[in-house]
Structures are given as structure tokens and as C-alpha cells.
């Protein structure tokens, strides 16, 4: 036996999986109890579990919370597979579709991976303005 199943405080709610040495320290510590003993015999003083269930309830955090993904830099380049969004070259820095001069804000909407060519041909202005065409549409990741 190489694993111990872990049940939440109240028995219902399976919380994963430790290894023998681990369960045998949470029932030294205290913070938990064997809910079924093995019959593989002994470790040291303590009967080798094949379940326990913690004293307490935890609320476990990857239960309630989604994981964010922050705008940056090099995530645009890297969502974008580091591909100009203008001619398809290798991109090595970002444009905003709407600039920032004209109220544009830097998140994952309103930013693309971009060549330093397209970019600086661009400058300070949108895609129509410039007669560049948008072979990309912005993203957020999910």
C-alpha cells in the first residue's frame, strides 16, 4: 500500500491522497484520526491506515476559486503564439488596437502581438486609420 485516502472533517468529502509516512505524521500531530485501518500490521507504534479523516472541516481553496490569469506582456506574446497579428512575421512586442493617446487601456481585449515594423507603421493610431487589417482578434484567456 503506497497511498492513504484523506477524508474532510464530517467523512463525506474526499480530499485526496498522502503517502503512508505523511498520514502517520497527521496522526501524530493530532489533526487527524484512521477512519479504516489496513491489514498490512504496524508502523512503529501506529497501525498503518488505509484511510484517515481529519479532526476538522477545511474549506479547501482550490474548490472555491478560479484561477486568474493576469494581463502581461509576455502572456499577450505567448496567447498569440509570439505571430504578428498585421502580416504574420515573428512578433517581438505588443500594440494596442485602440492606443492608449486615444483611451485605449492595456488588457487582454485592446492589445496584440505585434512585429516592431507593423508597430511603428501603425503608431498612434487604430487599424482603419492606419489601413492595416487585424488578421487576429483579441482574446481572453480562459
Known sequence: MSAVIVYNGGGSEILGAVS?????????????????ESEDGRFGPYPIPHSIELIKYIFPKWKYQRRIIHYSRKGVLERDGYICAYCHGYANT???VVPKC????????????????????KAGRTPQEASMTLLNRPVAPA
Open 20 to 36: 503512508i509516512k505523511k498520514a502517520i505524521t497527521m496522526l501524530y500531530r493530532g489533526v487527524a484520526y484512521i477512519k479504516v
Open 102 to 121: 486615444n483611451g485605449g487601456t492595456s488588457d487582454w481585449l485592446n492589445t496584440v502581438a505585434c512585429c516592431r515594423p507593423c508597430n511603428t507603421r
Open 94 to 96: 505588443i500594440d494596442h
